[in-house]
Each structure stands twice: as structure tokens, then as C-alpha cells.
């Protein structure tokens, strides 16, 4: 089976993005001297999965700045050809995400970079998330797009660990917790 793991920042109020997208507040705050652990997290992944927004976002840069397969989640896009600068390094899909995940494990993916805010929710939702690493930069923007949507139930995590950066940023790497006899449901008798 193949695992979901997200890499992700966040403003301190809890929002991924500016109403409309924008993310200068992150990139004003980005520090080439310190390693916040992008290369060390992505060095194990097969595949990074990222929404519409997101693709939208980041095919407005210069440069690609992938180096696996990419797969971009979306009804919109799903129909639609692949820039031509971009063919073979990512691919549009409408399926959803846990048919996704059990395709890319046919495939021999073992693990995936989840990327972009309504994105994560549904892997969140739909319980395929492992770990997550969130690093926090100190500001407040007020409103923006939210990393965490709303849930069925509560998901527990379990931190694993947290480090703070001569910026302000604060990283906390949060695994899965184990369900415990409290929150499964009860064993029927045999």
C-alpha cells in the first residue's frame, strides 16, 4: 500500500495561502540559509500529488522545480493536455484519492507527497495521510485558504518532533496515532 505524507507551511492564524492564492507572506520569509528538511523528506518519495490550486501556483514560476512524477487531482484539468514544457513529468487525474493512492501502489509507489490545502483535507478525510511536517511562519494574514478543513470524526497525531529556526519558523513533524482500545469500536464476541 502506498503511504500519504504532507510537507506543508502554514501562517500562524492557520492558513496555506491568501484568499486569492497569494503566498507572499511565506516567500518573504524564505531563508536559503536554513534547511528546513525539504531535501531530506522528498529524498524517499516516489510521487508528489498535488491539487489544482496548487499546480496553478506553482506552474507560475520560472522554473519546474520537481524532480519525481507529479499528479495533479482535478475535475477541471482532468480532460486537458499537458503544457508541453511539462510532458512526462506530470499528468492530470479526476480520480479520487484513495483510488489514486491504490493505483500508484499497482505501480509500485510506495510513498507520496501530498501538496495543497482542499487536497490534503480529502486525504485527511479519507484516513491516507501517515505524517505530516508543519512548519509555522510567524504571521498573522488575517483570512486566507486553511490547511485543515472541517471532519467526521477527530484524528488523532502524535507529535514526533518539533525545532525551532533562527527566521521564527517553528516545524512540527506529527505521525499518525495508533488507535487506541478507547477509540476503536468494541470487538463483537465469537
Sequence with gaps: MATAHVFIA????????????DIDWLLQ????????????????????VMGRGT???VSTFDTWFYDRPVVVLSQQLADSPVP??????????RLAPAALMEELARQ???RVYVDGGQLV?????????????ITTVPVLI???????????QDIDWKLESSR?????????TYRLAEPSPLNTPAQADT
Excluded: C, N, W
Design 29 to 48: 520569509r524564505d531563508d536559503p540559509s536554513e534547511d528546513h528538511g525539504y531535501p531530506a523528506f522528498i529524498a524517499d518519495k516516489d510521487v508528489i
Design 55 to 57: 499546480y496553478e501556483k
Design 164 to 172: 525551532s529556526f533562527a527566521s521564527g519558523l517553528v516545524q512540527s
Design 10 to 21: 502554514i501562517s500562524l492564524d492557520g492558513f496555506i495561502a491568501r484568499p486569492d492564492g
Design 108 to 110: 509500485g509507489v510506495h
Design 142 to 152: 488575517g483570512s486566507g485558504r486553511p490547511l485543515f478543513g472541517t471532519l467526521e
Design 84 to 93: 508541453e514544457a511539462l510532458e512526462g513529468k506530470l499528468r492530470f487525474s
Design 121 to 133: 483535507q480529502s486525504f485527511l478525510r479519507e484516513g491516507l495521510v501517515a505524517d505530516m511536517v
